[in-house]
Nanobody, 114 residues
Framework: QVQLVESGGGLVQVGGSLRLSCAASGLTFSRYDMGWYRQAPGAERELVARITRSGDSTYYANSVKGRFTISRDNAKYTVYLEMNSLKLEDTAIYYC???????WGQGTQVTVSS
């Protein structure tokens, strides 16, 4: 069955960096456009970045543009999110998923502190 496993979250200070990874299994990964989503406490889950199946095109929410970079390695069935210049408002649980929804993983917690 399809499984998405996110990792790389943690506690970081304002201005710091983290690199998230999402390992996929149970699907032909290269056929899926992928995205990173986040859900802050009391908020709706939102899409922050997405990448086409070949990796040749990306999209970013305005709130993260210029600070986050999404990438993928189809040979490793993995999608990444490089997060720089982190802000307090980036605190959330981060999930990866296909743009066509797949079963959600457990997510990885990112906490930005002052």
């Amino acid at each position: 069955q399809v499984q998405l496993v996110e990792s790389g979250g943690g506690l970081v200070q304002v201005g710091g960096s983290l690199r998230l990874s999402c390992a996929a299994s149970g699907l032909t990964f290269s056929r899926y456009d992928m995205g990173w989503y986040r859900q802050a406490p009391g908020a709706e889950r939102e899409l922050v970045a997405r990448i086409t199946r070949s990796g040749d095109s990306t999209y970013y929410a305005n709130s993260v543009k210029g600070r986050f970079t999404i990438s993928r390695d189809n040979a490793k069935y993995t999608v990444y999110l490089e997060m720089n210049s982190l802000k307090l408002e980036d605190t959330a649980i981060y999930y990866c998923n296909g743009i066509i929804p797949l079963p959600w993983g457990q997510g990885t917690q990112v906490t930005v502190s002052s």
